[in-house]
């Protein structure tokens, strides 16, 4: 029986843009031209006066791009019939630790924590590992108890 986790780790290596604000500069004046035809009525007002201001659009903020940089991480829990568990830690190609002991509650404590479809399978075998050791257990002292009773009447 055994189990292979992937943890995959997505690290932001971009930083935020900063933040544009609206200032005096973002405001054109603009002029609207008069036809050489047209002329105008002495109480007009002049085309430098029919200027008017408005607001220049502010630029489009872009979101800031986001480029990840993952680190992909192979973790191999191995459990025997026994309850023995072992672990190993992959990056790559590369194993980071290999053949560690881990005991079954932590198996059952770190399945727990990463999801109930991990942990109810990796439960079910451990309470099967358990059940086999207690039946061991029963035999092995029942064996006990027939060489204690052997040993007693050879008293």
């Known amino acids: 029986m055994g189990c292979a986790v992937t943890i995959t780790v ?22 609207e031209p008069t036809s050489p035809a047209r002329t105008l009525a002495p109480d007009a007002p002049s085309p430098e006066a029919s200027a008017k201001v408005t607001p220049r659009k502010a630029p489009t903020k872009k979101p800031a791009s986001k480029r990840t940089k993952t680190l992909e991480l192979t973790l191999t829990v191995t459990g025997t019939a026994d309850g023995e568990w072992r672990a190993e830690l992959k990056q790559g190609a590369t194993y980071i630790a290999r053949n560690l002991a ?39 002292e029942a064996e006990l108890e027939a060489a204690r009773k052997v040993l007693a009447d050879l008293d």
């Open 102 to 140: 881990v005991a079954a509650a932590a198996v059952s404590r770190a399945a727990k924590e990463l999801h109930e479809d991990l942990s109810t399978p990796i439960d079910q075998a451990i309470e099967e590992a358990r059940s086999q050791q207690a039946a061991r257990v029963a035999a092995l």
């Open 10 to 31: 997505d690290t932001d290596v971009a930083q935020a843009l900063p933040s544009h604000s609206n200032t005096p500069d973002d405001l054109v004046t603009s002029v």
